[in-house]
């Protein structure tokens, strides 16, 4: 059965808002989510990907608050693997054709129950991961017929904004944000070398 009507705002209703609130572990697929969804291929066959810088900023955010990450693709390639290691990412999973199998293994491991995980996705695949995940979440862009099992549709685009917008939701709806923003905002916090 579908989620009930998804929400797309700056600002989150309150169902949304609660469901944001119990996420302990919040799951991205790459291509149509970090990525466009576009593939560009080289002559040699290697694979290239454009991802968002703040999307990446986003996802650190995340991290610095206590919560995990992971990523799981359907696909395989390289520059997903270099990009999770660049942001501290240690869970990703690739080549997974049957999400659901993967979702089980990482919430068993680390011990979550259904409702403390998020999944972002875009396509079919998704769809059975986004049916028993607490939060749900799909971009704008996203296959129709994934629209119905998301609890919230972000306002950017999958590869334009949309992780970024999924983790300052998060960080937000946890209360969270003051305390990992602190030192852009303030001059008496050491500023990153």
């Not at 990009?83 to 999973?93: D, K, N, P, S, T």
């Not at 993967?102 to 079919?124: N, S, T």
């Amino acid at each position: 059965m579908p989620a009930a009507e998804p929400r797309t705002s700056a600002v989150p209703d309150e169902t949304v808002r609660r469901k944001a609130i119990a996420v302990r572990l919040m799951i991205f697929d790459v291509d149509g989510v970090l990525t466009d969804g576009r593939i560009i291929y080289h002559d040699d066959g290697s694979e290239l990907k454009a991802y968002d810088v703040q999307d990446g900023h986003g996802i650190k955010l995340l991290l610095r608050a206590g919560l995990e990450v992971a990523f799981m693709s359907g696909r395989y390639c390289g520059a997903v693997a270099r990009r999770a290691e660049g942001l501290g990412i240690r869970r990703v999973f690739q080549n997974i054709q049957h999400k659901a199998g993967a979702y089980a293994e990482i919430k068993e491991e680390l011990g979550l129950r259904d409702a403390q995980v998020g999944y972002m996705g875009d396509d079919l695949i998704d769809i059975p991961v986004m049916r028993r995940v607490g939060f749900a979440v799909t971009v704008p862009n996203a296959s129709p017929h994934v629209r119905p099992y998301a609890h919230y549709i972000t306002r950017a685009a999958g590869g334009r904004g949309a992780c970024r917008e999924v983790c300052e939701l998060l960080l937000h709806s946890q209360g969270l944000w003051e305390s990992v923003t602190r030192r852009y905002f303030h001059d008496d916090f050491p500023s990153e070398v």
